[in-house]
């Protein structure tokens, strides 16, 4: 059969950006925004959604233990090692209806553009939908691609959510083998090279009028959990020198967390997300307060700098206003490069489409910093209008959504013929 020419694959966005609406509306209509959080009602029935979009597709598509929905398009040598792409469907709380969904959906495009295209591939196309890449009440982003790459662990499983509930619990609840997630581990024979197409969730392709990514390194995260715990006093009585306020320690903690991310060279973020207090009352000086934050960079050095700085600058604080302070640090994930030569096959595919790209890195995390450990990975970012993300307010236009399936379909060709 003879190869049409890449560039005349053009893909349906209508039908896709229809297949991203109908998803959106399997969400928790609770909450402002899309809600579709891992573990969730709303989740457990788009999965059964997503499993049918792939079948109507043609994939031969199933759902396996640790969750993971994974269509495969057979190729034509089925001793080749497969080329897989995806993302996630899962949402943070009062997300938006973008993030992770077009990676899922652009391929299961790209899968229906290459068959009507009559364009077989020689290896298998692996789609998948990743199970819960967003952050969860467990502390435990990626628990898919985790679980395929043999790098969920028992430990994982141990994480326990403010109500002492295990995440090993949750997943058999949803209908999970924990055991067997854990076990999963595809072997890096299987898979020849993962790419992702994403939005990007950042202004920074907007700002410069450029329409593709080509994402060169996924942002490591170090996370820390810091409780603080003084002295409840009279808040109309006690001295303000002889106070040990545990929220007062706290917001000076967020201050600092803040600080040393405005301090960081090319890419090095900080945030304090979330922070509780005890039951507090006007008239009584707090007496407990805990801080929920991460830092993020593509610099291994300076992420594994900022942290020991962050934590020894809080200890040193908190113990001045003599308030007790335990810090729990937690390492994410390490900074992920994508490969030189993904880059370079998205950048052509980019270039001989037409469509001008920059190379950038992601300082969000994605399921492609773990399918890494299998193969050659790389990451294919599209526009987010005013750099929203993680909000309602998150946007991508078709016509980029249009363009990064192209890229994403020239791609998967160009690496099968490599
Ligand atoms: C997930 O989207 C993350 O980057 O935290
Ligand atoms: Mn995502
Ligand atoms: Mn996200
Ligand atoms: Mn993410």
Redesign the pocket.
Known sequence: MTQPKIDVLVPDSDRMWADIMELSSIVDDRSPGWSREVFSEPYKASRDWTLQRMRDAGLEASIDAAGNIVGRLAGKNPNAPAIMTGSHTDT?HSGGRF??IVGVMGAIEAARMLQESGTRLTSDLIVVDFLG???NPFGV?CIGSRAIAGVLDPTHLERQDADGVSMAAAMAKFGLDPAAAVAMAWKPSDVKSYIELHVE?GPMLENAGTEIGVVTSIAG?ERLMAVFTGRADHAGTTPMDQRADALIAAAEAILTVERVGCGAPIHGVTTTGKIATGQGAFNVVPDSSTIWAEI?SIDPSWLSGARRRIADQIAEDAAKRGVEVAIDLLNDQDPVPASQSMQDTVARAADSLGLSWAAVPS????DAAHMAHLGSMGMIFIPSRGGR??CPDEWTDKEHLGSGVQVLTSTLINLDQA
């Open positions: 943070v993030d992770g890449e967003e952050a982003s969730q995260i993020r300082g969000a995390g994605h993300s993680h």
